[in-house]
């Protein structure tokens, strides 16, 4: 072929011949042979095998600087332990100067204990009544009995309307620590 011209005739016969000749089998696998599916598992497996190196890497870049000191390890969570005493530590700081603040605090120290039951207890505390919890408790019987007392009140808070004292919650309060103390 000249430069700036078309193909000639004899360019076209090679070509053609090229086409027709038979291409020795074995050598390769032709992409005819193969299933579809083939190439699709293939590039599954490809990334797969990328992601499994990248996560391998990154891991390994962040022990090494971890050990040199350069990055600080995140902090660690709060156990369930840290979090209910945390939690009783801010109920302890509500003001209960009037009954509403009273009626308050019985309502979110009933969520604290059924919380602390559920966690804890693997009791479904938070969906039942305080009958069916106390006859789910698989606890001991002074626990029993503790437990009832800490969840009569607030029933009886939140039902009755009944007006208890400043006294009384802080006294719940000391009886709900003990309770959770002894059952953690």
Known sequence: MIWGQGPTAADLEQVEAFAEAELPR???LAPE????WFYGLLVLVVVAVSHWWWQKARRRRRLLLQSSGAVAAPPAAPCAREVMELRLQALRQLPLNDQVQRDEFYL???G???DYLHQNCLLPAPV???EEILQQWKGATEQLDLLASLLHPCDVVKFAKKEKSAEHAQQWLSHCQVFMEANF
Do not use: K
Request: hydrophobic fraction near 45%; proline fraction near 6%.
């Open 26 to 28: 074995g050598v390769f």
């Open 112 to 114: 604290v204990l059924r």
């Open 108 to 110: 979110i120290g009933n």
């Open 128 to 130: 039942r009544t305080s």
């Open 33 to 36: 042979l193969l299933p579809d």
